[in-house]
């Protein structure tokens, strides 16, 4: 069986490396090609990478030469331009053509580009797609000098020129992502804006109390914040040295002119599916698959990760949406279940390929915990918090809240017969941590809400936060590794994250556990020095 992986990020790269036994044993051939001409890294880390935190080396996720060497054909710095689905060939971007018997898209997503006066955008449907040269497709937008996103190396390096002169940034977007990116500027010395058009940050993720203590610490942290403020034009300058237009200000719709030397824009992501497109597969917010990460019209294409949208099929797809059905829903953009369903298809495959049974049942999504952590920053959340505490709710839901604002302090639980169902928390790190163990566990809070803000409190002892950890608890959820396994790790000798992370994976996707993962090292190391 020839698997064409289109994509050589993170999760193409994890579903050629899961085919690996099958292609050592002859059984599978992979080939994996992928349009930047590095090996894959973390994207999530772009942003520290950006502002000189992080290495190159430290972000990457997968050895590309153990790939190679086991005899899979890895083409970096090349893309796929056409998919010729009746032949099952695709051409590349250098005009070779490569046969398969499977192809994967793992081709990820792009950043949203805004409609602003002054930017272009690339429209990228179907009738706009057949008037483009095929040379093109998988191209970005073309931005103006001193415009840039964030999603790869070469928009970090624009960032990094950026911080390296202590520019002022504007940072459209109050997201998780255009959050993280402004508290690092700021710490870059680097002096930051966020606009956004609504009342408080991260709307999607936090009810109005979390989003108002948010903003708050955000200031505190040195991030300016510029709510209530549709963006609509950007005002461009002529640089001096070569006299080409180059970004000066983001123009809002009730007139401000928010200057700076660098506009990120941090408006969200959309699947990279234009050449599922192209080639007459059925898209909606991503390619549509079905939960076994199969196209809904063409049973030798599947699709993973950030391009997959995966939905239920009706019984005719192809006449449902000729009458415009709509699947509704979208790609999880997390990199933790892309993983999941890369090894769950390389199992699959290689079952298939082998001729073995398989009844694995495909990975199901769970709620996505959302992390924010800068200097002076903290905030978690997760599940639908929009609630308020004295609504009349008739599903069972229960709501509590605790704020300081003077402290930056702010809790609301959401429960059902006393389990989790949601919560945010800002400026209450422990209380957090205590909270996402008891939401991943299913397990009850204590009937009297207020005890787990103790975990923040003067005279807490952190001995009582690990009670909560068994060996089975989940620690990192992008790679399902227990603290079980953490702990085996360590005894085996890993000292540090990086190293737990080598060994288990533990730590190298969203990173949102590494703090947890350093907990366990340290409470490892308090108990060696007290025996």
């Not at 018997?101 to 797609?129: C, K, M, W, Y």
């Not at 609630?387 to 704020?403: I, T």
């Amino acid at each position: 069986m020839h698997v064409l992986i289109v994509g050589a990020g993170p999760v193409g790269a994890r579903l050629a490396e899961g085919l690996l036994p099958a292609v050592r044993s002859g059984v599978v051939e992979v080939t994996l090609v992928g349009a930047e001409p590095v090996p894959a890294y973390n994207r999530v880390l772009v942003a520290e990478h950006a502002v000189g935190g992080m290495s190159l080396d430290e972000m990457l996720v997968h050895d590309v030469d153990e790939l190679a060497d086991a005899g899979a054909g890895v083409r970096l710095g090349t893309r796929v331009v056409c998919v010729d689905r009746d032949r099952r060939a695709a051409t590349l971007d250098d005009g070779s053509v490569v046969a398969y018997d499977r192809i994967v898209f793992a081709t990820g997503a792009r950043a949203n580009i805004p409609t602003l006066d002054g930017v272009p955008r690339t429209a990228r449907d179907a009738a706009s797609l057949r008037r483009t040269d095929a040379a093109a497709t998988g191209l970005d937008d073309r931005l103006p000098r001193g415009v840039t996103v964030l999603r790869d190396l070469e928009d970090a390096a624009r960032v990094a020129a950026a911080v390296q002169a202590r520019q002022r940034v504007v940072v459209l977007g109050a997201g998780v992502l255009g959050l993280e990116l402004a508290l690092l500027l700021a710490g870059a010395g680097c002096e930051v804006v966020v606009v956004h058009h609504g009342p408080t940050p991260m709307p999607r993720n936090l009810d109005r109390g979390a989003g108002l203590t948010l903003a708050s610490s955000l200031r505190n942290a040195g991030v300016g914040v510029v709510a209530h403020s549709r963006a609509e034009a950007v005002a461009m300058r002529r640089d001096p040295d070569t006299g080409e237009p180059h970004f000066d200000a983001l123009v809002t719709a009730d007139g401000k002119h928010v200057h700076g030397a660098l506009l990120v824009l941090s408006c969200g992501v959309g699947a990279r599916s234009e050449l599922a497109t192209a080639a007459d597969l059925p898209v909606e917010a991503g390619i549509l698959v079905d939960r076994t990460m199969t196209s809904w019209t063409d049973p030798s294409v599947h699709a993973i990760g950030d391009c997959a949208h995966v939905a239920d099929p009706p019984v005719d797809a192809r006449t449902w949406l000729e009458a415009g059905g709509r699947a509704g829903g979208g790609p999880s953009g997390l990199i933790g279940p892309g993983w999941q369903q890369a090894d769950w298809l390389a199992a699959r495959l290689t079952a298939e390929a082998s001729g073995i049974p398989f009844a694995l049942e495909p990975p199901d999504e769970r709620a996505a915990i959302v992390m924010l952590k800068g200097e002076s920053v903290d905030c978690v959340a997760v599940g639908d918090v929009t609630p308020e505490p004295w609504d009349l709710l008739d599903d069972g839901r229960r709501v509590a809240q605790w704020a300081d604002p003077e402290h930056g302090g702010y809790v609301k639980t959401v429960t059902r017969a006393g389990v989790l169902t949601g919560f945010a928390a800002v400026g209450m790190p422990r209380t957090a941590a205590e909270l996402t163990l008891l939401f991943e566990r299913g397990a009850e809070l204590p009937a009297d809400r207020s005890l787990v803000l103790r975990f923040d409190g003067v005279d807490h002892d952190p001995a009582a936060e690990s009670s909560a950890i068994t060996p089975d608890t989940t620690i990192c959820w992008c790679n399902g590794v227990s603290a079980g396994r953490i702990g085996e790790a360590i005894s085996c000798g890993a000292a540090t994250v990086a190293e737990v992370g080598g060994a288990t994976r533990a730590g190298t996707g969203c990173g949102g556990c590494r703090e947890r993962i350093q907990g366990i090292l340290d409470d490892r190391s308090r108990a060696v020095v007290e025996v």
